[in-house]
């Protein structure tokens, strides 16, 4: 029997995808390895990320102790395109998959292995054309909606890399979840490149979301990285169903509408700070967490405070800082003022610390609440570990009766760094 390792760089689609192919390989009789430090798999399949430059020497670091660990590797995600058929299409044990082709890869595997040479080009690969998976190295299961952008925002390399926006079919959607939640899981985690912007014959996200929220059973649904879009009273009220987590990932970039406007991002902060505002009347503990650029060419300290007061308003529950890398083809790359790496590192570290900060206040938020535990590990401390509805990490004392992959009703008595801890009600 042979074995197979997945390393997974970037972001929840990756995820998805490789969690899909590990399945299928699985039920195909591989072994499958979920960690690639101890692995000695005969094959390796990297699946790569190119958001930033740092990404794309994690990636490439990945792939070259791949190529000295196994017999095979299979290269695919977003640097494959551009990175590795240039630089392995010599290399025998290398195959290149992009990412048009990534669901094939049991079948290219297959070919290889009985000596045949595969060209993707002859092969018809379908962006959504992966299978529901039955077991994951995680308790929630994430499942793709949609894939691709048309925003073209000035940083961002994904649309030349994952292509224009499309939308899965309804039912397709409606089957993948379905078999997730008879496979046990009780977390759906909806997932593409700009969701917001889902459309499949006429269906929009609303009225995705609401066919997905009349899935018999006991399970919630969770939205993740979204941008700031026109999103109607009514999107709003469907949050007050317990089955939909009160939390989104809302994409800010950045606080000052100078920025805004060179990243062709279409809305200013004010318009940010009205999106929380409402969904936080109806829900007023309602979770927020995004991701900020900091250093786009031209930025200065005026636009960085901005970005820190608006953060201080909303008070998210985690921010993910990047710092802002040179995109080869991207508007950006070619704009004048770049900014010195010493001052991204400063800005970073700032936004870190008042991520922390903020991260700890929302917390306290909680104390005395309740929230919904979905369980995922029991530790040698003691302890249950699981995320409330909110995404908010809970951790209660163990007995014998709780076990993992299960709900809970806690009251939150403390906090604990990170961690708020709760009692069973
Ligand atoms: N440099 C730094 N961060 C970037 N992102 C996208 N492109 C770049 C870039 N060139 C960040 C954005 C996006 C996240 C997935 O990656 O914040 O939301
Ligand atoms: Fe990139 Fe902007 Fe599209 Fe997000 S919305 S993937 S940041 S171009």
């Known amino acids: 029997m042979k074995t197979i390792s997945f390393k997974t760089l970037g972001c929840r689609l990756n995820l998805y995808e490789t969690d899909a192919l590990t399945s299928k390989f699985r039920e195909k009789g591989f072994m499958t390895d979920g960690d690639f430090e101890t692995s000695d798999a005969e094959i390796f399949v990297i699946n790569t990320c190119t958001i930033t430059n740092q990404s794309d020497k994690k990636s490439r670091e990945y792939i070259n102790r791949a190529i000295r660990k196994g017999s095979l590797v299979v290269v695919t995600g977003c640097m494959a395109e551009q990175y590795a058929k240039k630089y392995f299409s010599n290399n025998t044990n290398v195959i290149v998959v992009d990412n048009k082709h990534k669901n094939m890869i049991y079948e290219i595997v297959e070919a290889h292995l009985g000596g045949e040479i595969v060209d993707t080009k002859n092969l018809e690969g379908d962006v959504f054309g992966f299978e529901a998976a039955k077991e994951t190295f995680h308790t929630r299961s994430i499942v793709k909606i949609q894939d691709g952008c048309n925003n073209f925002c000035s940083y961002c390399i994904v649309p030349y890399v994952r292509g224009r926006a499309v939308s899965r079919p309804v039912e397709d959607i409606l089957n993948n979840i379905k078999s997730e939640l008879a496979f046990?899981?009780?977390e759906i985690v909806l997932t593409?490149?700009?969701?917001s912007k889902y459309n499949y014959d006429g269906i929009g996200f609303e009225d995705l979301i609401k066919k997905i929220l009349e899935i018999d059973g006991d399970f919630r649904v969770r939205i993740a990285s979204?941008?700031?879009?026109?999103f109607s009273d009514s999107f709003v009220e469907l949050f007050k169903n317990p089955k939909l987590a009160p939390h989104i990932h809302l994409c800010l970039q950045s606080g000052s509408n100078s920025v805004l406007k060179r990243m062709h991002r279409h809305y200013t902060s004010e318009d940010f700070l009205e999106i929380v505002e409402k969904f936080r009347k109806i829900i007023p503990?309602?979770?927020?967490?995004?991701?900020?650029?900091?250093?786009?060419?031209g930025e200065t300290d005026e636009d960085f405070g901005q970005t820190l007061d608006v953060a201080n308003k909303i008070c998210f529950g985690h921010i993910h800082a990047f710092k802002y890398s040179r995109r080869?083809?991207?508007?950006?790359?070619?704009?004048?003022?770049?900014?010195?790496?010493k001052i991204k590192n400063q800005r970073s570290k700032i936004l870190r610390d008042l991520s922390e900060k903020l991260s700890t206040d929302y917390l306290n938020r909680f104390v005395g609440k309740r929230q919904r535990i979905l369980t995922e590990t029991i530790e040698d401390d003691g302890f249950v570990y699981g995320y409330g509805e909110n995404y908010v990490?809970?951790?209660?004392?163990?007995?014998?009766?709780?076990?993992?992959?299960?709900?809970?009703?806690?009251?939150?008595?403390?906090?604990?760094?990170?961690?708020l801890e709760g009692e069973i009600i």
Do not use: H, W
Request: glycine share 6%; proline share 3%; aromatic share 8%.
């Open 184 to 186: 046990g899981f009780k």
């Open 192 to 195: 593409g490149v700009n969701i």
């Open 393 to 419: 990490r809970i951790k209660m004392k163990k007995n014998n009766e709780i076990k993992t992959n299960e709900f809970y009703q806690v009251i939150i008595t403390k906090i604990d760094n990170d961690c």
């Open 226 to 230: 979204i941008e700031p879009d026109d």
């Open 328 to 341: 080869s083809g991207t508007l950006a790359d070619k704009m004048d003022c770049q900014i010195d790496e």
């Open 285 to 297: 503990d309602f979770n927020f967490t995004t991701d900020i650029i900091v250093g786009l060419p």
